[in-house]
């Protein structure tokens, strides 16, 4: 099992950037590929970004590639989501997620943390 904990969550102002982080234990960090979701209020939960075990790969949605980046650091056993320029559609519930997987154009994932509250204003 992997237990995995969200912080870094906050409001902030259209356009300013906040950093999220994720802390893993419970099973070995480094041989996990990682990544992000989220769900806004009355809406379906979508994926945000992911990452290879090695951190040699990344992924990431239409809709915030170019504002988001997604890093681990395997010796600190921690997932990090870097977003800029932040528009308040980016407005959600942010969950750090582990062995997550690409089927058919679906993102999935086996572990999920307790999520941390994105919201940005207008």
């Known amino acids: 099992q992997v237990q995995l904990v969200e912080s870094g969550g906050g409001l902030v102002q259209a356009g300013d950037s906040l950093r999220l982080s994720c802390a893993a234990s419970?099973?070995?960090?480094?041989?996990?590929?990682m990544g992000w979701f989220r769900q806004a209020p009355g809406e379906k939960r979508e994926f945000v970004a992911a990452?290879?075990?090695?951190?040699?790969?990344?992924y990431y949605a239409n809709s915030v590639k170019g504002r988001f980046t997604v890093s681990r650091d395997n010796a600190k056993n921690t997932l990090y989501l870097q977003m800029n320029s932040l528009k308040p559609e980016d407005t959600a519930v942010y969950y750090c997620?582990?062995?997550?997987?690409?089927?058919?154009?679906?993102?999935?994932?086996?572990?999920w943390g307790q999520g941390t509250q994105v919201t940005v204003s207008s």
């Open positions: 990452i290879s075990w090695s951190g040699t790969n990344t």
């Open positions: 419970g099973r070995t960090f480094s041989r996990y590929s």
């Open positions: 997620s582990a062995d997550v997987k690409e089927v058919i154009g679906i993102w999935e994932a086996d572990y």
